[in-house]
């Protein structure tokens, strides 16, 4: 089993910034990537960004040049620095663990203001 935990989530005003925490914890060695998901109001959850055990990193087209992910191996932290935010960007955002199943975070509100 693997305990993910999303922090960092809030109010900001568009152009502005936020960043984003993941903690990891149980079975951690399971874990072969880590994501940022986000559910937008009335959409269905998308993916942001993704980092995997290699550090291979990918981004959604709409996170591209804003946003960056990284990871800090001995705190089994992910995080994602989110740069001129958009009211676009309002949202639920999740943290998952990616391996032989995903686990999901709770997930945490960033609402950009206009």
């Known amino acids: 089993q693997v305990q993910v935990q999303e922090s960092g989530g809030g109010l900001v005003q568009a152009g502005g910034s936020q960043r984003l925490s993941c903690v990891a914890s149980?079975?951690?060695?399971?874990?072969?990537?880590m994501g940022w998901y986000r559910r937008a109001p009335g959409k269905q959850r998308e993916l942001v960004a993704t980092?995997?055990?290699?550090?291979?990193?990918s981004y959604a087209d709409s996170a591209k040049g804003r946003f960056t992910i990284t990871e800090d191996n001995a705190k089994n932290t992910v995080y994602l620095q989110m740069n001129s935010l958009k009211p676009e960007d309002t949202g639920v955002y999740y943290c998952?663990?990616?391996?032989?199943?995903?686990?999901w975070g709770q997930g945490t509100q960033v609402t950009v203001s206009s």
């Open positions: 998952a663990a990616m391996g032989e199943r995903t686990y």
């Open positions: 149980g079975s951690i060695f399971s874990i072969l990537a």
């Open positions: 980092i995997t055990r290699d550090g291979i990193i």
